[in-house]
């Protein structure tokens, strides 16, 4: 026969255990949501510029493009990863001023699923390696017909898009950025 006091001990532990899971469920959706809130604030701080109206709400313009290995690139290969899509060439001074600034974040994205890749529209890889003579952590691709870019709605360099991992354009940015600061990484993981 069980006694009443061990009834009530063990009532009282599963109380206490059940108010517990109640409290960590509780904690843990507001420390997701804080997050949330966290990275929502780090895209809002880097003044993104309004996306162009052929690219809102629909999947970004797939491509496939050369890597200077000799393999290809598309962006449906992305899928599943939040993607900067970056259009430069070596002839903008704006873009290799900014070149540094991605370089550092794609430093600070190894290991990551976010990719970085940077589209130029050179007229030939001689170019970019020769940009590019100490190697690259970037993804980048050539896109000699400049036709890619004119899907983007492009019209100067540089531009930066950030895809989701669902492949639609969340973010948008004309002109040259500081693409190494925190709150760019934090932005890009709010994209998964």
Not at 6 to 30: E, H, K, Y
Not at 80 to 109: D, I, K, R, Y
Not at 130 to 144: A, E, I, K, W, Y
Request: include cysteine.
């Amino acid at each position: 026969m069980k006694s009443p006091r061990r009834g009530r001990r063990l009532f009282g532990v599963a109380l206490t255990v059940g108010a517990i899971a109640v409290v960590a469920v509780q904690f843990f959706a507001a420390t997701g949501e804080a997050l949330v809130q966290t990275r929502a604030a780090a895209c809002r701080a880097l003044k993104p510029d309004p996306i162009p109206p052929s690219l809102k709400d629909v999947e970004a313009p797939d491509f496939e493009l050369p890597d200077s290995l000799g393999g290809k690139i598309s962006l449906r290969s992305q899928r599943g990863h939040p993607v900067l899509l970056n259009f430069w060439a070596t002839w903008c001074q704006p873009c290799t001023e900014e070149m540094p600034s991605l370089e550092t974040l794609a430093a600070g994205l190894e290991g990551s699923d976010i990719r970085t890749l940077a589209v130029s529209v050179d007229e030939s890889w001689k170019e970019v390696k020769n940009f590019f003579v100490r190697g690259t952590r970037l993804g980048v691709l050539l896109d000699t017909s400049k036709e890619v870019p004119k899907r983007y709605t492009t019209e100067k360099y540089p531009e930066t898009f950030f895809i989701d991992a669902h492949g639609r354009v969340r973010h948008y940015f004309i002109n040259k950025r500081d693409w190494s600061k925190p709150e760019v990484i934090a932005c890009l993981e709010s994209l998964r």
